[in-house]
């Protein structure tokens, strides 16, 4: 039984997410996204609203699990009897610290495998920052994220559609 962890803020949840979970879903027999609550950064969406817009996005996907977790990402995957990790990979600016975080996590826990798949070249720009930074302003984020989603980001932003 091939199961992979797919940890992440998802704040929110962006067509470049959806795409990773998609593709590894493929590759694993079951995938468990884990939902970080890190009390260190302050999200736009509590822990449960990222886990419902999550579980949304992902309902025709069978063996796709969303959870929630805190703590270390490694104890995650332990507790969740996981044997890999998935990151996605955009640009060389996250190569850096996914190499540094994915090598720390296999000295904490060496029989857990990071495997890292490269962006789909349509969602290369894409982050859920970029994503708030432009909803903060208003701007049209339908290109970035799914309708369900867009309504709630702009929503928290003060912005309602009719
Ligand atoms: P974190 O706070 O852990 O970076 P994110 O929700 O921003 O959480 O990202 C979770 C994972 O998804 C990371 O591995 C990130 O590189 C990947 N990811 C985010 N956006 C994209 C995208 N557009 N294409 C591919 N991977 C992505």
Excluded: C, W
């Amino acid at each position: 039984m091939k199961r992979a962890v797919y940890p992440g803020s998802f704040d929110p949840v962006t067509y470049g997410h959806l795409d990773i979970i998609a593709r590894s879903a493929e590759i694993m027999d079951e995938l468990v996204v884990g939902v970080l609550m890190n009390q260190a950064k302050t999200p736009l969406f509590s822990v449960e609203e990222r886990v419902n817009m999550l579980h949304i996005m992902t309902k025709n996907i069978s063996n796709v699990r969303i959870e929630s977790f805190s703590g270390l990402s490694v104890d995650f995957a332990r507790k969740e009897g996981a044997g890999f990790f998935i990151r996605g990979l955009r640009a060389i600016t996250d190569f850096d610290y996914e190499l540094q975080m994915s090598q720390t996590n296999r000295i904490m826990a060496p029989e857990i495998d990071t495997i890292f798949l490269t962006t789909s070249l349509q969602y290369a720009y894409l982050s859920s920052t970029t994503v708030k930074e432009v909803a903060s302003y208003g701007g049209d984020i339908s290109n970035f994220v799914p309708p369900l989603v867009e309504k709630a980001v702009m929503e928290k932003f003060g912005y309602s559609r009719p």
